[in-house]
């Protein structure tokens, strides 16, 4: 799957989409191929704040677990809850029906000059 | 030498020799080179090897220093209990695939271990009604204290509030795995109302002195305060009384000794660790699930392993390893044994025993029984004299008597009476105590 | 396989066999009178949905259950760090006497005076072979002696006023519940690095040490089955730095009579009963994880210890306990067989069992190193790890060759452990094995390194025969599915 162009990315593998204020977050493809089968989704309560590269939850497969970081921050107004009983969509498509939550923010646009584009993100992980 | 040392040491010296010229030295000390010289090859002033026979006689000599259950009535209970185990469970667990196999991390070569896992986690859950259960844990108490810090955890809070009636001892090892997390424990009465910061209350129920406490309120007043409710259960009981699951209780632990295990001097036991299933992430422990394999058949594997200390590492619920996994073999034996009706079948012996001996004893002059409450098998004595001083006596009788409680309770003494103490020994205890209050 | 016929095995879980009215066992009838029972609203109102089998059903069940494990009795199990050595049945026997198996825990010291003796002789004896004297043999299991031994630690610590000490040092290549004991310990985990022989990087840990360090822990031989050639120098180090040394003795098959963990600087050890003094692993436990410590140290033992003034014994508490990590005395099983295992090998055969690890484990490295690549190529002490990478760059992985074992009739070794070796494959073989069998392990391990080009898939779809394929863990990670529900027929999964 190629690296949609027209999200920003962090490089703990998370892409924000912004839509307005709302701007959504998920994980990579990189990241899904690394973790193999993900098979938990620990996500925050609606309401919650979380800073930008701040933890916001945990994923994982079988064998490992990692924490996922916010690429942007503010209030998070929704979460997938569908990955509570169907955590394989977030390897079906990370960036679709594999996305994590959805967080409200004034600030999109300055918050965004801190992350890559897609080229960017291919570089690196074209390194690792 | 043409005749090795030991018979668990296949290697001879020629299997030695053709090894070493394959790995390309001249000697074992070869092998050790990096071992500092001066420390290399010490002296161990320890006993000469012993032949078999010389052994079996060494401890069997131990063995009848020590008077066991058996040629002597016991009614000593106090969180280890006497209970027949049926011949079945001892072949069993003779079984060498069980006995001498390995954590099933490899599931395709330990479905064995795994059914009977996955076996004794539904068997808990169904004597309890909760819904999931572990793998099993060390034992009861340590189980109790690993569920007192799971509340800690889901509630984000730091104090845990303890009943004043459970058993001092659980707080003792609940405050060793408690001591440097920066949580607090807090011993109060039941009319006291539960700390602000509380995560659980912790219940034990029978409690110290024998009596069953009321779990549903105590449960309820929990959550009325925002905490978890923590229960320790006597497992036996639950073939007669009302279970931790009727009575909204989140979390359950308990020893499982008394189902099936012997009591070999206070371990190996199993922990029991039961939970809502709402919970169950934050449980530690290992858990069995059932799954499928590549050709579509049922299968059990090791389950939601993040949580434990081989991923998760300085994050993990619990650290703990290996456990008790044999013994877990014995107890599902044993309910698969005794079955449906046995365990019923079994707490109600206990249960008609036990209050029978509390009335006769009740009877005899300077003895009072003194339950404040409805009790299972274990019910608290008051004494003419000091208890330890009444268990000399009994002694000499071939009796061994209840559990000292004079600590906290005057000349107090917690009998326990099972579905192995007969009508004959009942009847003696009661003569014998007699006698000696007499002042025999 | 072990089945002890071919043929598929009933795989149907007791509920799903019961039928109502059978019973197990025959049970004795009440011979007191019936007494008053308690309220109902304290009664429990359903019943127990255990099961309704006989009890040849019973065993056969169980007998049937136990042929589809692997086990040290049926088969060679070289699982690193876990020394799967024999367990010997005297041991059984000796447990199971009812002067052992039979006593309550709750008895007075003067009824027990046996047991009490074998607790103190083998406090003595576990002291005399580490070299840490003061010993408490009450913790269930490794981890909790870890733990017991890390509150020493800061007991120590604190009792001298030393608060801020709350540091524990580990290599990157530590036994995952090393971190999480220091964890539980309150103490924050700081990472030594090893340098590329697989040795701790002592210039690293130089530069770690420092007021706050508690402890440096450390498992020798290393997870990599090495010897710490600096260890005097690293025991020096934390020492200088006001800190204690912790010793994992998950590895202490390697130096029994090799070498004393107190003559090398040590301070706090554990020892897992259940690996090197070859109590049964039981499919998961029980084991025995008693802590050890120099007499500095023992006033903080954890309760109970066993005293003896030379006549009689009896239970003590230490005069600054950490207090109490478990509900009675230990695994006082597990102590039995210990005990009975150091008195048949005696003071002779202990080096005996470390040097022919040492040699079974290093004839294997030889033969082996070669073909799979070796995290470490030197000597190697009671283990080895391999390293398979050029398997994997062909697509083939640890994992595969160790289902492809399975169906040569061999236990996989420790797989992905250490962490700090790729596709690490840790080959412990014990000294309770023939040469056949070693010699048979590699021939097994290069047929399978010649399927890995002409048939892969051999490899990929392992294990062929066993009762059970490989399961699909992500499934039940996915959608938990933890206890018998009723109702359920044996093909459906989800």
């Not at chain 2, 099933?104 to 009977?116: D, I, K, M, R, S």
């Not at chain 3, 990590?325 to 005996?352: D, K, P």
Request: aromatic letters at 6%; one cysteine or more.
């Amino acid at each position: 799957m190629t690296t949609p162009d027209e999200r920003r990315y962090s490089d703990e593998h998370e892409w924000a989409l912004v839509d307005g204020n709302i701007v959504t977050v998920g994980v990579t493809q990189f990241a899904t191929d690394s973790l193999g089968d993900v098979v938990y989704v620990d996500l925050p309560e609606v309401g919650a704040e979380v800073s930008q590269f701040d933890k916001f939850g945990e994923i994982e497969s079988v064998k490992a677990v990692s924490d996922l970081f916010s690429p942007i921050g503010g209030k998070i107004v929704e979460v997938n809850s569908d990955l509570l009983t169907m955590s394989e969509k977030v390897n079906e498509d990370p960036y679709s029906v594999g996305w994590l939550i959805k967080v409200e923010t004034s600030d999109a646009a300055s918050q965004l000059e801190k992350l890559m584009d897609a080229a960017a993100y291919d570089a690196l992980t074209a390194e690792e | 030498m043409t005749t090795n040392i030991s018979p668990y040491i296949p290697n001879t010296e020629a299997d030695r020799e053709q090894m070493l010229a394959a790995i390309g030295v001249s000697s074992i000390d070869d092998l050790v080179l990096d071992i500092p010289e001066a420390h290399r090859f010490p002296k161990l002033d320890l006993r000469p090897a012993l032949s078999e026979f010389d052994l079996t006689a060494e401890i069997g000599a131990l063995a009848s220093r020590n008077a066991a259950p058996g040629e002597y009535a016991c009614f000593l209970g106090a969180g280890a209990y006497r209970h027949y185990i049926p011949s079945v469970v001892k072949s069993v667990v003779a079984r060498g695939e069980f006995l001498t196999s390995y954590t099933p991390y490899q599931p395709e070569v330990a479905q064995g271990t795994l059914q009977v896992g996955f076996e004794f986690q539904s068997m808990i859950c169904e004597i309890t009604g909760m819904e999931v259960a572990n793998a099993g844990m060390y034992d009861g108490p340590t189980a109790f204290a690993e569920g007192a810090l799971m509340a800690c955890r889901i509630t984000r809070r730091h104090t845990i509030a303890v009943l004043d009636t459970v058993e001092p001892r659980n707080v003792q090892i609940l405050d060793a795995y408690a001591r440097h997390q920066g949580i607090e424990i807090v011993v109060i009465g039941h009319d006291d109302d539960l700390p602000d910061d509380a995560a659980c209350l912790m219940i034990q129920s029978p409690n110290q002195f024998g009596v069953i406490e009321d779990m549903a309120a105590l449960a309820g007043k929990a959550h009325a305060a925002g905490a978890l409710s923590v229960a320790s259960v006597n497992p036996t009981s639950l073939g007669m009384f009302r279970t931790p699951g009727e009575c909204d209780v989140d979390i359950v632990a308990a020893e499982g000794q008394a189902l099936g295990v012997p009591l070999s001097f206070g371990g190996p036991y199993v922990g029991l660790f039961a939970c809502k299933d709402a919970h169950k992430r934050q449980m530690p422990g290992r858990i069995i699930g059932r799954t499928t394999d590549t050709k579509g058949r049922v299968g059990y594997a090791l389950t939601l392993q993040t949580r434990e200390q081989h991923i998760r590492r300085e994050r993990a619920t619990s650290n703990i390893c290996t456990s008790t996994a044999l013994i877990g073999l014995l107890m599902t034996t044993y309910l698969a044994v005794i079955g449906r009706t046995g365990f019923k079948k079994v707490a109600e012996l206990c249960y008609h025993k036990a209050h029978y001996a509390a009335s006769e004893i009740d009877k005899i002059p300077g003895f009072s029984v003194k339950t404040e409450g409805p009790f299972f098998h274990e019910f608290m004595v008051e004494c003419p004299k000091p208890p330890h001083e009444i268990n000399t006596s009994l002694l000499e009788d071939k009796i061994i008597g209840g559990h000292d409680m004079s600590d906290r309770s005057n000349n107090g003494m917690l009998i326990c009476v099972t579905e192995v103490n007969t009508r004959a020994e009942i009847d003696a205890l009661v003569s014998a105590l007699l006698e000696i209050g007499a002042g025999r | 396989m072990n089945a002890p016929f071919p043929g598929e095995i009933d795989r149907r879980l007791l509920n799903e066999r019961s039928v109502t009215g059978r019973i197990g066992l025959q049970m004795q009838e009440l011979d007191v009178p019936y007494q008053t029972l308690p309220d109902a609203g304290l009664l429990r109102s359903d019943e127990a949905r255990l099961p309704e089998v006989s009890q040849p059903e019973v065993v056969r069940y169980f007998t049937t259950l136990s042929t589809m494990n692997f086990s040290i009795d049926t088969n060679f199990y070289p699982l690193g760090s876990c020394t799967m050595k024999y367990n010997p049945k005297v041991n059984e026997e000796m447990a199971f006497l009812p002067g052992m198996a039979g006593i309550h825990p709750n008895q007075p010291d003067e009824t027990v005076q046996g047991a009490l003796q074998l607790i103190w002789e083998l406090q003595k004896d576990l002291g005399e072979i580490t070299g840490l004297p003061a010993v408490c043999l009450g913790p269930l299991a490794g981890a909790q002696g870890e733990y017991s031994g890390l509150m020493i630690a800061r007991a120590y610590f604190q009792d001298r006023g030393d608060n801020i000490r709350t540091v524990a040092l580990m290599p990157d290549s530590a036994h995952g519940t090393n971190p999480a004991s220091a964890a539980m310990a309150g103490l924050e985990v700081v990472t030594v690095p090893s340098d590329s022989e697989g040795n701790v990087d002592v210039e690293a840990l130089k530069g770690l040490v420092d007021e706050r360090t508690c402890v440096f822990m450390l498992t020798l031989p290393s997870t990599l089955g090495l010897f710490e050639p600096n260890i005097l120098e690293i025991t020096s180090i934390v020492h200088e730095a006001g800190g204690l040394v912790y010793a994992d003795g998950a590895n202490l098959n390697a130096l029994l009579g090799i070498v004393k963990l107190g003559d090398l600087g040590f301070d706090i050890a554990h020892s897992n009963l259940h690996k090197t003094f070859s109590t049964p692993h039981g499919g998961g436990g029980p084991g025995a994880g008693p802590v050890l410590v120099s007499d500095t140290l023992a006033p903080y033992l954890p309760t109970p210890v066993v005293d003896s003034d030379g006549d009689t014994y009896r239970f003590g508490a230490p005069e600054k306990t950490v207090g109490r990590v478990n509900g009675f005395h230990g695994s006082f099983g597990v102590l039995v067989r210990a005990y009975a295992y150091i008195r048949a090998v005696g003071a002779e055969g202990m080096r005996e069992v470390s040097e022919n690890a040492i040699i079974n484990a290093n004839y294997i490295r030889t033969a082996l190193s070669d073909e799979f690549g070796i995290a470490a190529d030197r000597v190697c002490m009671h283990e080895c790890v391999l390293s398979p990478q050029a398997q994997k760059a062909k697509g083939v992985s640890a994992l595969d060759i160790s289902k492809r074992l399975i169906d040569y009739g061999i236990h996989p070794p420790t797989m992905y452990f250490p962490l700090i070796v790729p596709e690490a494959l840790m080959v412990e073989p014990t000294e309770t094995e023939t040469k056949d069998t070693l010699d048979r392990f590699i021939a097994v391990m290069r047929k399978i390194n010649k399927e890995i080009d002409s048939d892969p898939d051999l490899l990929h779809d392992a294990p062929h025969d066993t009762p059970n394929t490989r399961l699909d863990e992500a499934n039940a990670a996915r959608h938990p599915y933890l206890r018998w529900q009723p109702d359920e027929d044996l093909t459906a999964a989800d």
